[in-house]
Every structure is written in structure tokens, then in C-alpha cells.
């Protein structure tokens, strides 16, 4: 491989990087809004407490959790560690599987990683959601 390649390859693989960081956001939107019957499309993402609109700060992966300290700027509610560490998780199972399969086989093996960490993920959400109705029913 020739340096340009090199670089071309590296470029490739930090954007994969970046998307399954998004997917991690994605992720963490989809189990928090499926479980409550929730469309995942509208409306844009916004706080649970105060309703504001998450701007593009918000919505960094893991660096906006950590610029806004786990709190929404504008109520201060807590937003919960599982949400960069979802993000984190994804993003870190794209480099993983990159840095040790290379390319093709980095992206197939890290994209079915994510796959079912969104599968896991949402799953849970579903599944405390209906520990949370039982014990309401009680
Ligand atoms: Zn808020």
C-alpha cells in the first residue's frame, strides 16, 4: 500500500468511526422513544424535563455528554451515563474491528457489532419499560 492509499484507507476508516459513533446516538434515541410508543423521526430530539430542543453540542457523541457535564443546559436534568456509553461502545467496536480485520472485514464485523448492540440496547429499554409497568400495577 502506497502512502495516498494509506491515507485514503485511514480517511475511510475514521469516517466509519464517526458514523457508528451517530448510530450510538441513534441507538440510545430509538430505545429511549420505542419502548413508550414514540415515532423516532418526529419530533427532533429534545429534553425530557424542560422540552428544549438538543442543538448540535448536544447531539456530539460522548463529547456533548461531556461538554454539558451529564446535564441539560437549559434544567439541569440529569441525562444518564448509558448514553455516551452507548456511544462510546459502538464507536469503539468500529475501531476495534477495524484496527484487527482491516478494512472490509473491519466494517462488515464492526457493523454487525453495533447491530446488536442497537438490538441489545433497545431490547432492555423494552424490557425495563414493562418491569416499570408491572410494578406500577401492583
Ligand atoms: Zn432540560
Not at 20 to 29: P, R, V
Not at 50 to 56: E, F, I, K, S, Y
Request: charged share 15%; with cysteine.
Amino acid at each position: 500500500m502506497n502512502p495516498a492509499e494509506a491515507v485514503a484507507v485511514f480517511a475511510v476508516m475514521a469516517y466509519l468511526v464517526v458514523v457508528a459513533l451517530l448510530l450510538g446516538s441513534f441507538i440510545n434515541m430509538a430505545a429511549d422513544r420505542l419502548p413508550r410508543g414514540e415515532s423516532i423521526t418526529q419530533p427532533r430530539s429534545h429534553c425530557r424535563s424542560c422540552g428544549r430542543v438538543l442543538n448540535l453540542v448536544d447531539l456530539i457523541p460522548v463529547a456533548g455528554y461531556a461538554i454539558r457535564r451529564g446535564r441539560c443546559a437549559s434544567c439541569g436534568a440529569s441525562i444518564g451515563a448509558s448514553a455516551p456509553a452507548v456511544e462510546a461502545a459502538c464507536g469503539l467496536s468500529m475501531l476495534v474491528a477495524l484496527a484487527t480485520l482491516g478494512l472490509a472485514s473491519g466494517a462488515l464485523a464492526g457493523s454487525a457489532a453495533i447491530a446488536l448492540l442497537g438490538a441489545g440496547a433497545v431490547g432492555w429499554s423494552f424490557a425495563r419499560a414493562g418491569a416499570r409497568r408491572e410494578s406500577r400495577s401492583d
